[in-house]
């Protein structure tokens, strides 16, 4: 429940308890990580963590935009910068190499993040590509985030309740607000910074005795109408898949949705697993036809279409990469039986 501070006849956002000197430690800063799509208000489906120093999250949201998120004890100018170029080097990977970051592996990838949307329902947009999690937040990248879009900045703010345990206030950064230190009235300076307009507090996370997580959130019924599947008239009697989308229907492990932006909207659509493409109700044999469909340069299809926030034309890449390495294993294979 939001608490308030009553100051000068008007309810102020604020949060209770006396705030600690301490950074974030080593324990908390690997608790923050544990938890951290707990504590952050965004849908994502985890990835993996890298292996150094500081980790870096690679996740993916339910539009299929790749996130990249830290856990940090302060953050500058420098080091956002830093976190931006992470974030940007990571969007420019391929889906394969996006997904051959997965513990299991790119099979296991597929798996999961079939099961992940299927939960979420249909026409989600994308979120934040970069959250940080900081315990201190320089004024100067307070400023940046007042104009930057795909950032989502937290101030983690640690403080000792009554009974001495630690409390964990995790908050987006965006206006100032008070805080209550031994019944008086303290506004803070703007790098404490609490939600967006409209939001709640932050949720406070008790550190000692460890907090038990939760139960799961139910899953999100997806309603939407599938219109039925009709055959495009240039199609004829029987499709003629293009077999390159029928190698990216495998490789994705398709249906898949894709979409694409022309004229000002979004188009959406479907890859399914035979390699066709539905749009509006109409399955295709190859992308070309999907683009002209929507008004679209056929000859700019395999840029234009989208899938899980990458150019088909790279997952085509990707599919003739994996076909190739397993026609090499292939023949490795037969000259050493023979």
């Known amino acids: 429940m939001p608490s308030f501070a009553f100051d000068s006849g008007l309810l102020v956002p604020t949060v209770l308890g006396r705030r600690t000197s301490t950074p974030l430690t080593p324990e908390l800063r690997r608790a923050l990580r544990q938890y951290l799509l707990d504590v952050v208000d965004v849908d994502l489906l985890p990835i993996s963590w890298s292996d150094e120093a500081e980790p870096v999250l690679t996740a993916m949201d339910p539009a299929g935009q790749v996130v990249t998120a830290i856990v940090v004890d302060s953050i500058d100018g420098v080091g956002l910068v830093r976190a931006l170029a992470r974030a940007g080097e990571t969007a420019a990977s391929s889906w394969l ?13 597929r798996r999961a993040w079939s099961a992940f949307r299927e939960t979420r329902p249909a026409g989600a947009q994308p979120g934040p590509q970069l959250i940080v999690l900081a315990g201190a937040v320089d004024p100067e990248v307070l400023a940046a985030t007042r104009v ?52 709640a507090p932050g949720a406070l996370v008790a550190l000692a005795p460890p907090a038990v997580a939760g139960d799961e959130a139910p899953p999100i019924e997806d309603t939407a109408v599938i219109p039925p599947v009709v055959p495009d008239d240039d199609a004829g009697d029987e499709l003629r898949i293009d077999p390159q989308l029928v190698a990216v229907a495998s490789l994705v492990g398709a249906p898949m949705p894709i979409e694409a932006h022309t004229n000002g909207q979004l188009r959406t659509g479907s890859l399914q697993a035979d390699g066709t493409v539905l749009v509006d109700g109409a399955a295709h044999p190859t992308l070309e036809s999907a683009a002209a469909r929507i008004g679209a340069e056929p000859a700019h299809a395999w840029s234009l279409w989208q899938i899980a926030g990458f150019p088909m034309a790279d997952a085509r890449d990707e599919a003739a990469r994996a076909a190739e390495e397993e026609s090499a294993v292939e023949t490795r294979s037969r000259r050493r039986r023979h």
Request: aromatic share 4%; charged share 25%; proline share 5%.
């Open 148 to 199: 930057m879009h795909g950032v989502l900045v937290y101030s983690v703010d640690v403080r000792e309740g009554s009974n001495g345990d630690e409390l964990v206030d995790v908050s987006a950064v965006h206006r100032p607000r008070v805080r209550v230190l031994d019944h008086d009235v303290v506004h803070e300076p703007e790098q404490l910074a609490l939600l967006s307009d409209g939001a």
């Open 97 to 109: 190499a996006i997904a051959s970051r997965h513990p299991g592996g790119v099979d296991e990838f």
